[in-house]
Structures are given as C-alpha cells and as structure tokens.
C-alpha cells in the first residue's frame, strides 16, 4: 500500500496467500511480489526519483527497499502511522473479508495473532488455507492448536 500524503491518493497491492506458503515461502517470493505492488504503485502515484519516499522498515518490504534504492529513488525507513496506517489496516481487513474469513466487523475482532490462530484452529482442515504455513513456527502451533 502507497498513499501520496499530500493529495491522500493511494495504490493498494496484495501479496497473494499463496506465496507464504510451501515452495513458494521458502524461495522467499512474496518478497519479489511486494517489490512488483511498490513499483506499480510509483508508477501509479507517478512519483519522480527526486522525491522522498517513506518505506515500512518491515521484512516483507526489504527487496522494494532496496530495489527502490537500487534504481535512485529517495528511500527512508519509517514507521508508517496515521491515515496511511488506517488505510493500510482497512485494505488488510478488506482482503480477509474477500477471502471469505468473515466480515468487516468479525475480521476487526479477531484481527489480532492469538484471535486469528484460535479462530483457524477450530476449524483447521478448512481454514489453515489462510494461514503462513511456510513459518518454521507452523507445525508446532498447529499441533498446539487451541491448548496454547
């Protein structure tokens, strides 16, 4: 998600869910899609190499940040907050409701890790298709389930 804060004009990407899991997790691709949403947002939002662009510290935008870098654009690493966290936090909650996991208001409720783990593990074989299986982590919380 970009958001020009001058003009509140904004690009909205998902990384697919598919990309957080099996091979696609370990070879690490959700990276290089993060990367594809920045750059057609910088296209989008027409931004210009001369410009500041404030960027997530966040793992998941490591390659934009230094492809951006890479490609003499003005980069800083800061915690994004405000209107542009808040649109961030409604496009996340948009794609859960897209994908089916409930709606606006139920995916707000259980938003955070522990809610969203409880709520997949009572009713794993169904809804461990929304969960980042590719975590190293994954196995034992699965076999953990609900008794955490």
């Not at 959700?30 to 960027?55: C, M, N, W």
């Not at 996991?101 to 794993?124: M, N, P």
């Amino acid at each position: 998600m970009m958001r020009r804060v001058e003009t509140g004009d904004s690009h909205v990407g998902e990384v697919p869910l598919e990309l957080f899991q099996g091979e696609a997790f370990k070879e690490k691709r959700y990276l290089d899609r993060a990367a594809e949403i920045v750059f057609q947002g910088v296209d989008t939002l027409s931004v210009l190499k001369d410009e500041p662009i404030h960027i997530c510290p966040g793992y998941i935008l490591s390659t934009a940040r230094d492809s951006l870098k890479d490609n003499g654009f003005k980069t800083t690493q800061k915690k994004i907050k405000g209107a542009t966290q808040e649109l961030a936090e409604r496009a996340f909650i948009s794609s859960l409701v897209r994908l089916g996991v409930g709606d606006e208001e139920w995916v707000a409720e259980i938003r955070s890790f522990d809610s969203f783990l409880d709520w997949v593990h009572t009713d794993l074989q169904s809804r461990e298709r929304f969960v980042k299986t590719g975590w190293s982590s994954w196995p034992r919380l699965r076999r953990e389930g609900r008794q955490r």
